[in-house]
């Protein structure tokens, strides 16, 4: 087992990360706090996984909310059936919130775990990949609106984090693609040497090597945690974390949420940071030509959808990162470093929506 530690002062929490540590109730029943536990999932991952959970917390008491599966329901209902279940068993102040699920599941269940009584424990299980190296991590919790994505929410950090890299031999192959996107990411933000180590190791991750899961969600767990340490609230270096995005969450909305999963999107969206990076002096092409090579091998994709440029640039202006009309964008100095930047010539950004969109 690995563990890391998010450095947050009192508000710090361990990541713990290895195969099979949902069979270990000394590991689960060590951190999830003392006291009733408000069991948060979907009708996909309770099945395979609920069963394994109550059995490394013997004779605590558990009460569940089962919501349906999908990015559409994570909304106001939901946190209110949540919220619902809490209150019907009369669930006190020291009871804990334990998200087990990917991503939506997690923000969910986090968001109730802040609301429930100003605020109870939470702890995330997460069982995807994108939620063990991202979603999991970093205390951002919220639903959905009508109006736009993530646009309700709490920042509430855990008390841990408990990454069981078996969970994700049953998830399916595209869903672990889309989280590699997010794993590249950190080494193209942070970590010139793990994106070396992932051009060399790519297949073993895909291929579900315990070995090389953990490192590399245990690298990108590190990388985040560091980030996050740093500007918890996103007033600086955590925009790091937004590589591709912009570019990205263009996709997701043009193309109708759903079509593609988000870390598609992202992979498409992050080698149009690097080609416009590129536009701006900072990168060499060699460089964008790796990042193209190595998304192609993990099976994520490297062209836009077909959206014209023009409907790409609306969806990206009323992305919820735009500050005072000048879009912001993270871009690559180099593989390995990031920046955060308003400045940039115009015909930059032009270039690679026309030679990405089309
Ligand atoms: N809070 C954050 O910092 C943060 C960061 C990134 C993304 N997010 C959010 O995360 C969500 C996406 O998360 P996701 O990619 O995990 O999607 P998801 O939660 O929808 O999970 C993807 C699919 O896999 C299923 N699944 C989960 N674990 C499984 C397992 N072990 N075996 C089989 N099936 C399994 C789920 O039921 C679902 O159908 C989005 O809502 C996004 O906004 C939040
Ligand atoms: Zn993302």
């Known amino acids: 087992m690995n563990t890391l530690t998010v450095e947050l002062a009192e508000r710090s929490y361990p990541i713990l990360i290895g195969p099979g540590l949902l069979d270990h109730a000394d590991v689960v029943g060590a951190h999830v706090p003392p006291g009733a536990v408000l069991l948060v999932s979907n009708t996909t991952v309770a099945p395979l996984y609920a069963g394994a959970l109550k059995r490394a917390l013997p004779g605590r008491t558990i009460v569940e909310a089962i919501l349906p599966d999908g990015e559409s329901y994570k909304t106001l209902d939901s946190l209110a059936r949540i919220l619902d279940v809490a209150v019907a068993n009369r669930l006190a102040r020291d009871s804990t919130v334990v998200a087990l699920g990917g991503g939506v599941v997690g923000d969910l269940a986090g968001f109730a775990a802040a609301c429930y009584q100003r605020g109870v424990d939470f702890v995330q299980i997460p ?6 190296v991202d979603s999991s991590v970093g205390g951002k919790t919220g639903v959905n609106h009508p109006g736009g994505k993530n646009l309700i929410g709490a920042f509430h950090q855990p008390v841990a984090v408990i990454a069981d890299t078996n969970t994700l031999a049953t998830l399916p192959a595209r869903e672990l693609r889309a989280g ?10 942070h970590d010139a040497a793990f994106f070396d180590w992932l051009e060399v190791n790519v297949d073993r991750v895909l291929a579900g090597n315990a070995d090389a899961l953990t490192h590399a969600i245990r690298r990108s767990c590190e990388i985040k945690a560091e980030i996050v340490g740093r500007d918890e609230r996103e007033r600086g270096d955590r925009a790091l974390l937004n590589l591709g995005h912009t570019f990205g969450h263009a996709i997701e909305a043009a193309t109708g ?3 593609w999963l988000h870390g598609e999107a992202v992979a498409a969206g992050m080698l149009m940071a690097a080609a416009m990076s590129r536009e701006c002096g900072y990168l060499g092409e060699s460089d964008v030509a790796r990042l193209r090579a190595l998304l192609h091998r993990v099976g994520l ?16 202006k009323i992305d919820k990162k735009v500050k005072a009309g000048r879009m912001r964008f993270v871009l690559l100095k180099r593989i390995g470093a990031a920046l955060v930047t308003a400045e940039y010539p115009a015909e930059a950004l032009q270039t690679t929506l026309t030679g990405y969109f089309g």
């Open 257 to 259: 949420y759903g079509t």
């Open 127 to 132: 069982t995807t990949l994108l939620a063990q």
């Open 301 to 316: 994709p490297i062209a836009a959808p077909d959206v014209t440029p023009q409907t790409a640039l609306e969806h990206m």
């Open 180 to 189: 590699l996107a997010e794993i590249i990411k950190y080494g193209l933000i």
